[in-house]
T-cell receptor
C-alpha cells in the first residue's frame, strides 16, 4: 500500500528566512506527487505537482519542491517565508492505473508558522 | 470560473440520523472525489466518481455511500450516524480524473454529531 510521511508536525521559521517542509513517500511504481495548503476553515489549495521530467518543480506563491527518487522524498521549499504562508501543508501521492493505488493518499500534515 | 461548491457548510445531527452532503464541481470537471478529514485520522479517501460511475472506494463502512449525477454534481450520504462521523467532509473535482491531474477542493461541510 502506498503511504506518505511528513515527519514534522510543526515547523517554525522567521519571516524572510528560507523554509522547508519535508515529505517522503512509498509507492509501487512511478509516483505522482502533490503539495496542498489548507488555511483555517477552508479546503485544500493545490500548490504544485511532480509527474515526470525536471526534478525541481515550481508552483504557486513562490513555492518549489524537489523530487529525489533515490531518497523517495519530495520536500517543499520557499526561499523567503512570509507571515501569510502560515498554514497547514499536506503532501500527497498517487500512481496511475486502476484500483486503490489511484486514490490520493495524504501525509498527516505539517503546520507551518512564520514568525514576524 | 467558480470553484467547487459544497453545501451546506455546517451541519449538526444526532446519533442515528442520516445526512446528505452535496458537491458541485468546477464547470466542465467530470471527476469528483470525497474525503473525510478528522484531527485523529487526517485526510482519508471515501469515493471517486467519473461519469456517474464509482471508480474507487476507500475503506469505510457501508453506511457511507455516494452518487454522481449526469451534470457531474455529486452527493454523499451517511446513514445511522455515529459520534465518530463528526468531521470535515471535503469534495474535490478534476477535469477527467486521470491520476496526474491535481484535484481542486471545496471548502467542505463540517458535520457535527451530538
Amino acid at each position: 500500500a502506498q503511504s506518505v510521511a511528513q515527519p514534522e508536525d510543526q515547523v517554525n521559521v522567521a519571516e524572510g528566512n528560507p523554509l522547508t517542509v519535508k515529505c517522503t513517500y512509498s509507492v509501487s511504481g512511478n509516483p505522482y506527487l502533490f503539495w496542498y495548503v489548507q488555511y483555517p476553515n477552508r479546503g485544500l489549495q493545490f500548490l504544485l505537482k511532480y509527474i515526470t521530467g525536471d526534478n525541481l518543480v515550481k508552483g504557486s506563491y513562490g513555492f518549489e519542491a524537489e523530487f529525489n527518487k533515490s531518497q523517495t522524498s519530495f520536500h517543499l521549499k520557499k526561499p523567503s517565508a512570509l507571515v501569510s504562508d502560515s498554514a497547514l501543508y499536506f503532501c500527497a501521492v498517487r500512481v496511475s492505473g486502476d484500483g486503490s493505488a489511484r486514490q490520493l493518499t495524504f501525509g498527516s500534515g505539517t503546520q507551518l508558522t512564520v514568525l514576524p | 470560473k467558480a470553484g467547487v461548491t459544497q453545501t451546506p457548510r455546517y451541519l449538526i445531527k444526532t446519533r442515528g440520523q442520516q445526512v446528505t452532503l452535496s458537491c458541485s464541481p468546477i464547470s466542465g470537471h467530470r471527476s469528483v472525489s470525497w474525503y473525510q478529514q478528522t484531527p485523529g485520522q487526517g485526510l482519508q479517501f471515501l469515493f471517486e466518481y467519473f461519469s456517474e460511475t464509482q471508480r474507487n472506494k476507500g475503506n469505510f463502512p457501508g453506511r457511507f455511500s455516494g452518487r454522481q449525477f449526469s451534470n457531474s454534481r455529486s452527493e454523499m450520504n451517511v446513514s445511522t450516524l455515529e459520534l465518530g462521523d463528526s468531521a470535515l467532509y471535503l469534495c474535490a473535482s478534476s477535469l477527467t480524473g486521470t491520476t496526474d491531474q491535481p484535484q481542486h477542493f471545496g471548502d467542505g461541510t463540517r458535520l457535527s454529531i451530538l
